[in-house]
């Protein structure tokens, strides 16, 4: 077996099980576990963090993270998405590839489509030097949603 770098060590959680285990233990293991509650039915659990990713341009990641946070948002149904929170809720989007006016009138649609984002209810980190995977901003992102009830 080839050794492990040390930057994955490093970026591993601390809950990581290694060696993994077989797929069958680890099939009864996840039985064992209750049923996940939902944000957004089959997509989003309560106790998730989002990442949207694919290839650049014209996949429709960020319409598709708006939808979701429109409708997480304000608690009400846009495109095929169906919140499971009926008041909505908080979030945080972290967005660091779209033009600042292009934002602005994705937006502007969206919310004509699909309603209005109450203040306060979605907070908007555009092109801020944000590493998810060091400790600093981890901690200052905990703090955030800790104290927005995100």
């Not at 694919?54 to 939808?67: I, L, N």
């Not at 997480?72 to 009926?86: E, R």
């Not at 660091?96 to 699909?114: C, D, F, M, N, V």
């Amino acid at each position: 077996m080839a050794p492990i770098p040390w930057a994955v060590f490093l970026a591993m959680p601390p809950n990581l099980i290694w060696p993994p285990p077989d797929l069958v233990d680890w099939c009864a293991e996840v039985d064992r576990d209750p049923s996940p509650e939902w944000l957004l039915q089959g997509m989003i659990p309560t106790d998730a963090v989002v990442l949207v990713s694919g290839s650049p341009k014209v996949t429709f990641k960020s319409w598709f993270a708006f939808e979701c946070m429109i409708a997480l948002a304000t608690g009400k149904p846009i495109s095929l998405l169906k919140p499971q929170v009926s008041q909505g809720v908080g979030c945080l989007l972290l967005e660091g590839e779209i033009p600042r006016k292009k934002l602005r009138s994705r937006w502007t649609w969206l919310a004509a489509t699909g309603g209005a984002v109450p203040a306060g209810r979605v907070l908007l980190a555009h092109h801020y030097p944000i590493l998810v995977n060091e400790p600093f901003w981890r901690q200052r992102l905990r703090d955030l949603v800790a104290q927005r009830a995100i």
